[in-house]
């Protein structure tokens, strides 16, 4: 999708985000070149504040090819919101339901299309103390082993300082003026896994491989090194089960 065919509604969006980034915040951008010109494509971006989206989403529509998000459908039914996020073609994702698999679909056809999809692979923002990358679910994992597109890695930092995720107090923190880091990587090669069966092994190696890539472009922009091992977030949840029913935890 070039620029010429971001359609009225994406614009329109850029022109209400845009000035209050530009006003808010300083830039860092790196890697816009490894993002296809051409061709249908992924985007698999860790997740580490609410504001990210606008971070990655101001990043996007720069290079000239917009993403289609999969966002809650819950946010499809807020005035205002919904209309903004059906017009700019946003895929609704209807959790623990009959209608999840719809979302993916939807997914795979855009993508098929020529389009660009961004996926959030933690599927919810990060819980790790330090906000790293957590482990991931594997549906951008799937998606690209069924439709062999490639998958732009994507790591951001600075949002999270202006608006940390989950902070109970002080929530906005806009000054000093704070930047907003956007680095792409080079698509993930993933043909090892192109000839396998999608079994739930492979689909989880693949999803490592994806988060990795996007772990080693946070740590060049953090300048720090990742924990060895992603914040596993239901073998956290499992832990505190384990304490709340007075059982050793190890």
């Known amino acids: 999708m070039s620029r010429r065919r971001v359609g009225f509604w994406y614009r329109l969006a850029a022109v209400i985000a845009k000035p209050p980034l530009l006003l808010l915040f300083k830039r860092d951008w790196r890697g816009m070149e490894h993002i296809p010109a051409e061709g249908g494509f992924i985007t698999a971006i860790n997740h580490n504040s609410y504001l990210d989206m606008f971070s990655y989403g101001h990043f996007q529509y ?5 993403p289609r998000f999969l966002a809650k459908a819950a946010l499809f039914r807020t005035p205002g919101v919904g209309l903004m996020l059906r017009g700019t073609g946003q895929i609704p994702v209807f959790r623990e339901s009959s209608n999840a698999v719809g979302a993916f679909r939807a997914a795979v056809e855009a993508v098929e ?6 996926f959030y692979p933690e599927g919810t923002l990060t819980r790790d103390p330090a906000v ?17 597109a490639p998958v732009v890695p994507v790591a951001q930092w600075g949002a999270n300082l202006a608006m940390p995720p989950y902070a109970k107090e002080n929530k906005v ?3 000093p003026r704070k930047t907003l880091q956007v680095k792409a990587g080079p698509p993930v090669d993933l043909s090892r896994f192109y000839d396998q069966d999608p079994t739930p092994e492979v689909l989880k190696e693949a999803t490592e491989e994806i988060m990795a890539a996007i772990t080693r472009l946070l740590e060049d922009l953090r300048g ?9 977030l239901r073998e956290a949840r499992a832990q505190l089960r384990r304490r709340a029913a007075g059982e050793e935890v190890k």
Do not use: H, I
């Open 62 to 66: 720069n290079s000239g090819r917009v």
């Open 113 to 118: 299309r020529g389009e660009c999809v961004a």
């Open 132 to 148: 790293w990358p957590m482990t991931a679910k594997t549906g951008v994992a799937r998606a690209a082993l069924q439709t062999r």
């Open 173 to 175: 923190k806009l000054f």
């Open 224 to 232: 720090e090194k990742a924990p060895e091992r992603p914040y596993d």
